[in-house]
């Protein structure tokens, strides 16, 4: 057997060797993440980072948070897995859980192990439910990458194939600072949206299985519509009997700050027929899920759909972690704390020409980045922002799509401190800065030659 690699560097040689090329890494020369703690990661050379990303947003509440690693060890100590054909105390327990927090009447819960599982999961029933495989999904919108959520998924260029299973209508509402309605207030906006939905409706058959959507858009950055949106298209779906699938694998859990779901800015929607979760709920630990209305959960006769969805470890983790989150109001923190960062990213953007705005909700927040003195997306910016943020100890995200990655994701676990808010936005201001000065020296170079 190979020895362990020497050293970081040896370790992406042999990675680059192994894994597939068109696996993406950060950083130019790649991270190497070997423990965290808190809202802190430190990599193999023994540098610590503050975590405003927190693990693409799998780390909920923080770091090797105590009472989860206690969790999964007594669990795993006493047996790691069973098998969904087997009871489950764990699972039971959890799932209890979720579903009254849900919002959704007569609530069932399916766990799946990622967020794709359930997405995917969803479609099938949602499909099966309507009998029919033509569903809506948002222009630019993110949902996973096997072939039924990476086939709905509207920014196209996440796709590496242009196959799918399911026919799908891409609908306007869910990025509104650019694009054809742009210059519109929030009610024309939603109105615009509301008549493009209908003239697409009416351009079928009515047979539309479900609209899937992420009530704040995560990969495709941070983006989300007016508050109301999806209540005045629920009222169009509910005319034609179309199923709501609230993707919530980045909002849920109290992310936004204002909600527990995203879903609940829309709070007149009512609750959706399906809502997904993933990521965070397992700190780390793989989990994902389904709930939907029983009537909805129940059409189908599929026995299972996954052996590891509700393993008695990921559940333990999924217990031990909600409560630290919501015993210690953690949804709270994250309005309070998110609320403030968003302010001070504000004030410390108005000066730089890079920025083209700061949005976002709760711990939840997106800078968008352009050519300075343009419009025009720069996903050059956002590396240079990203690999001065590493420098400085900071980890951030970046995305708004494949080809055009140019805002920088900020979403930290949900326990971060106002101080380490603070020191964050401080580091963060003086990447930005250090990115806008390596542009416009990169620009003046250019027109000399
Ligand atoms: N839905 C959304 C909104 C996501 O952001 C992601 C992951 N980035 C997924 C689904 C897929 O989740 P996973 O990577 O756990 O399969």
Redesign the pocket.
């Known amino acids: 057997a190979a020895s362990d690699p020497a050293d970081s560097d040896e370790l992406h040689a042999r990675t680059r060797a192994v894994l597939p090329d068109w696996l993406a890494l950060y950083y130019e020369r790649p991270l190497e993440i070997t423990h965290g703690e808190g809202r802190h990661v430190w990599d193999a050379d023994g540098r610590r980072y503050l975590d405003f990303f927190g693990g ?1 947003l799998t780390t909920m509440t923080a770091h090797a948070l105590p009472e989860v690693t206690r969790a999964v060890s007594e669990q795993a100590g006493r047996i790691l897995h069973t098998s969904t054909l087997y009871l489950n105390r764990p699972m039971v327990r959890v799932a209890e859980r979720i579903a009254s927090l849900s919002g959704i009447p007569d609530a069932r819960v399916f766990f799946t192990t ?6 995917d999961a969803a479609l099938l029933l949602a499909t099966a439910y309507r009998r029919s495989h033509q569903v809506l999904a948002m222009r630019n919108s ?4 096997s072939f039924s ?1 990476v086939g709905i998924t509207g920014n196209r260029s996440w796709s590496p194939t242009s196959l799918s299973p399911l026919q799908t209508l891409y609908v306007h509402g869910a990025v509104r600072t650019r694009g054809p309605f742009a210059h519109l207030d929030d009610a024309e906006f939603t109105a615009a949206c509301v008549a493009d939905l209908e003239d697409m409706l009416a351009q079928t058959r009515g047979d539309v299985a479900a609209l899937i959507a ?1 009530p704040v858009q ?2 495709g950055g941070f983006t989300s519509p007016p508050d109301g949106l999806y209540a005045a298209f629920r009222e169009v779906l509910d005319r034609h009997g179309i199923l709501w699938i609230s ?1 919530e ?2 909002t849920g859990w109290g992310r936004t700050g204002e909600h527990f779901w995203g879903w609940q800015a829309h709070g007149a929607a009512g609750p959706p027929d399906l809502l ?1 979760f ?2 965070g709920i397992g700190n780390g630990m793989s989990i ?1 899920g389904v709930v939907a209305r029983a009537e909805v959960m129940n059409c189908l006769d599929a026995g299972s759909i996954s052996t590891f969805g509700g393993s008695p470890v990921t559940m333990a983790a999924a217990e031990a972690n909600l409560a630290h989150l919501l015993d210690h109001d953690l949804q709270g923190n994250a309005r309070r704390v998110g609320g403030r960062l968003l302010e001070r990213l504000r004030a410390a953007a108005r000066p730089l020409g890079v920025v083209r705005e700061v949005r976002g909700k709760g711990l939840m927040i997106g800078v968008e980045l352009v050519r300075p003195g343009t419009d025009e997306p720069s996903p050059e910016a956002a590396s240079l922002v990203l690999e001065a943020a590493r420098e400085r100890g900071l980890l951030i995200g970046k995305g708004g799509g494949h080809a055009t990655n140019s805002v920088l994701r900020i979403a930290p676990p949900l326990s971060l401190t106002e101080a380490e808010a603070e020191e964050g936005a401080a580091l963060l201001e003086q990447a930005l800065h250090t990115a806008e000065s390596q542009l416009t020296a990169g620009r003046r170079g250019e027109q000399r030659t």
């Open positions: 693409i990622s967020g794709t599982e359930a997405n993110y949902h996973g990458r959520a992420e995560g990969v993707d694998v980045q997904t993933a990521k994902g």
